[in-house]
């Protein structure tokens, strides 16, 4: 595991990629439009992760003083892609800044899928699913 090693007069402090990774998720899930993170094209498109599971969609490359994020998303149907891609790029680069100090050089944003709300009112859909009758 690489980590982020600075050192003070106190003493050293490590930042290891995982945590930078958890924080780029986060952040990312934080923006709306955005349905879930996903795993990866190796994952699945499909496999939309929990909050359990948030440096799954994320990959990190930490340096001694700047960061590099991809990050693997899913939007919500419906909103604008490019607006929620940088929001998603500003509020993941402001997070790890404040948090650890790093200069964020990159954040890549890839949409791997559309996520498609189920309908909320349970006669429309059971309407839409029933076919017309076609014999009187």
Known sequence: MA????RSELGELKIADEVVGIIAG?????V???AGM???IAGGIAEMLGRKNLSKGVKVEVGEHQA????FVIVDYGVSIPKV???IQEN???AIEVMTGLDVVEVNLHVLGVHFHQPTNVEESAAK???PNRVR
């Open 26 to 30: 986060l952040a990312a899930v934080e």
């Open 3 to 6: 980590e982020n090693e600075r």
């Open 32 to 34: 709306e439009g955005v």
């Open 92 to 94: 993941v680069k402001r």
């Open 68 to 71: 590099a994020v991809d990050l």
């Open 129 to 131: 699913e029933a076919p």
């Open 38 to 40: 996903s795993g990866g």
């Open 85 to 87: 891609a940088e929001e």
